[in-house]
């Protein structure tokens, strides 16, 4: 792996299947937002030392469902986090599962304190600096609008990443006035589901690439053939993880360039 460039942003959309799992890397400073499934932990762990990561800043769970924690727990073993995050979620909402008993031991076990972000709270990542952005969650009665978002901005370039939010949530973001202004990438909400990226959340947000986390023939139909119908209004820089592998963006503050598992296959001799 060619050392990363000191004064550029490095976004990857790793490659799991059916789940989320995104590394930041600028210079020294690393993030990493979700982890897949419990048995893509070991994959994500082999991401991260691939890519020359030796300690992780900041671990993000976006949101307690098994397909975004549950590789969580095998990653902080190997690369013990300074500072965890989780949103705040409705107390009938709080999830019994193993994926998130196996996350708070863990958690435990490393006298990690969980961190529930506020709203306008920000994180330095080298010369970047991500933004929290929360609405109200006691009325949600679905998890994944729960989801915590995340805006990053280096430069003139800017990334989205909201988790599995759903239409309903996403107006309540819109209508919080708390994303105004057009993305460079959009993480796609909730791996292309029909009832996510609505049509007036895109008309806002006016994304320049979108990148969909999804398993290949998943059970689901991720993508949807209507999600994808609204996103190509707005562009036709569209990547996957079951199409192209692991999507890294790189950013200079001023412009983008894009690399794909595929792309680096078809470029070696």
Do not use: W
């Not at 995104?22 to 020294?28: A, D, K, N």
């Not at 976006?62 to 549950?70: M, Y």
């Not at 600096?129 to 729960?146: G, S």
Request: glycine share 6%; hydrophobic share 35%.
């Amino acid at each position: 792996m060619p050392p990363l460039s000191a004064d550029k942003l490095y976004v990857r959309f790793l490659d799991v299947g059916q789940g989320d799992a995104t590394l930041i890397q600028f210079g020294e400073d690393t993030v990493l937002i979700d982890a897949g499934e419990p048995s893509e932990g070991a994959t994500v762990v082999q991401a991260l030392q691939h890519y020359g990561v030796t300690q992780l800043d900041h671990v993000i769970n976006s949101h307690p469902h098994a397909d975004h924690l549950g590789g969580i727990r095998e990653v902080l073993a190997a690369f013990p986090a300074e500072r965890v995050y989780m949103p705040e979620l409705p107390d009938e909402l709080v999830p019994t599962s193993n994926s998130f008993l196996n996350f708070l031991e863990i958690l435990e076990e490393q006298n990690k304190t969980l961190t529930r972000p506020n709203c306008h709270d920000t994180i330095s990542i080298g010369e970047a600096v991500m933004t929290f952005l929360t609405v109200p969650v006691n009325d949600y009665d679905d998890l994944n609008d729960c989801s915590l978002v995340c805006l990053l901005e280096y430069g003139d370039t800017s990334f989205l990443f909201c988790g599995d939010l759903t239409k309903t949530a996403e107006l309540d973001y819109l209508d919080a006035g708390l994303l105004t202004e057009p993305i460079t990438v959009y993480k796609c909400s909730h791996h292309g589901s029909a009832g996510s990226s609505s049509k007036d959340f895109l008309a806002c947000i006016q994304p320049e690439y979108v990148a969909i986390s999804v398993g290949a023939d998943n059970d689901y139909g991720h993508p949807a053939q209507s999600c994808l119908e609204r996103l190509t209004a707005y562009t036709d820089q569209i990547y996957r993880t079951d199409l192209d592998g692991t999507i890294s963006v790189i950013s200079d503050g001023r412009q983008i360039s894009i690399e794909t598992e595929q792309t680096l296959k078809e470029d070696t001799p």
